[in-house]
Every structure is written in structure tokens, then in C-alpha cells.
């Protein structure tokens, strides 16, 4: 494949889901923001994102594509999603905080069964390893979290170097906000015993942060105490780019946009 042929690769959750359409607000579809860039760079697009995924899946998608052709990829693109979900065989796709004390919670295009049988798991896991250990023990779960979100970053950042790839990633949700898990841990009765100093510190002192490279990442280290920032928080925070009084924060067509210019810049920034 010539030069002028390459794709940019893409990679996500919701935020990035070409296919996503809200079960909230009922709007036309629109292009999403990858498609967007791949116009303004004038590259065609391959969009593997997913609704519902976590970083590790996110990881996965991009790591397998680009082993299996890196030869036709010109730029990889990634929005990060919440930092606490995971994913099992790469098939099903949990979201412990926001499913845990839901059971009512249902959709056509979610597995709410198998999301159901999982809320006691997620009950022990939030109050044995979240609500009771002190922030700076290495077996604490938020550093888990943290330590597992860099090391993803890392091993992207590593194998679009090895192959010559270009790479720009940001956070689009807001990786390290921490006001689901007070939610959850105040509901089971437990006293929440992090803030967001420490939340930083948890960050700056994990094991590999120095070994990320900032120049290809838009607001790491994702966390304002630490002069980070993530999309989510800074540019979809306006109802004229999301529907939050309708329940729905996912960005709308305006918020696409955004998105798309800010990664534009980035890439002209590093790249030109």
C-alpha cells in the first residue's frame, strides 16, 4: 500500500463507536469524531471501537490490528474510557461502579443477565478492597487501577514505535474522577477515605509513570491535581455538546466535532 493509502486507525468505547446511537436521546446519525479527523487528514478510517469496552479490550483491539498490518496503518487514534472497567476473554465487558447496585437496569443491547449475577461480586470488591485499605498499600485497589490504565498506555506507545506508527491518544471519560466510587462506597454504608490529592499521588508514584511518553498523549496525566485534563472534562461539559437534562452524556454532534479538532491540532502539533 502507497503512502497516500494508509488509514488511521481507531480505537474506543462509546465515545468512539461509529455504530453508537443513544438509547436516551434520539437523534440522526452523525459521523463520529475518527471519521471526522480521517476528513480532515484526508486518510480513509478503520474504526474498531466499541460501546461498553474497557482499556484493556481498547488495548487489545489495537495491539492485534497492528501486528496483523501495520504496513497499511498511518496513525492510530484512541479515546481511553473509565479506568475501572475490565474485560473477561475479551468477549464480556463489565462496569463494576455503575452496575453493582442496578439490578433493575436494563437495555436491549446490553447483557443485563450476566451484569446481574456479577453485583455481589462487585459489592465484595468495592467494600473489601476499595472502602477498607489505606491509598498508598500496594495491594490497594485504585493503584491497581492506575498501575494497569499506565502500563496499557506504555505497551500502545511501545508497538506503534516498534512498527513506525504514528499515535495520538486522550481520555474521553474522565479516567481518574472519583465521584462514582464515593457514590458506591457511601451506598454500602462505608466511610470514603480517598480524595484527590491522593488519587494524584497514586498516579505519580506508580511504578512505570515516567516511563510514559507525553508527546503523543492529549492531557496526560489525565488528572487536574497533577496539570492533566481529559476531553470528557473539559470540552463535554456544555449541553450544546452532550444532553446531560436528558441523562445522556455522551457527546453529541457538536461534541464530535470538538473532539475531532482537538486531535486534528495535536497531530499537527507532533506530525507536521
Known sequence: MSESSKYILASGCSFTDKNFKSNIVEHKDFPKWPELLGKMLDKPVVNVAECGVSNDWIEKSIINRVISDSDNIELVVIGFTETWRYSVYNLMHHNPLAWFDQQDRTSDHWDTASRVKSIPYYRFMIEERLANEHYQQNENLFQIIVNNHIETIIRIQKICK?????????????????GRYIYCVKSLGKEFHYNEDQWAWMIQNSPKFNEVDNHTLIGWPFHPYINGWSLG???????????????????????????AEVFYDKYQEIYE
Not at 456544555?238 to 445522556?248: F, L, Q, V, Y
Open 162 to 178: 516498534k512498527y513506525k506508527i504514528k499515535l495520538i491518544a486522550a481520555n474521553l471519560l474522565n479516567a481518574f474522577h472519583q
Open 233 to 259: 472534562a473539559e470540552i463535554l461539559t456544555d449541553k450544546e455538546r452532550i444532553a446531560p437534562d436528558k441523562g445522556d452524556h455522551h457527546p453529541n454532534k457538536k461534541g464530535h466535532e470538538l473532539i
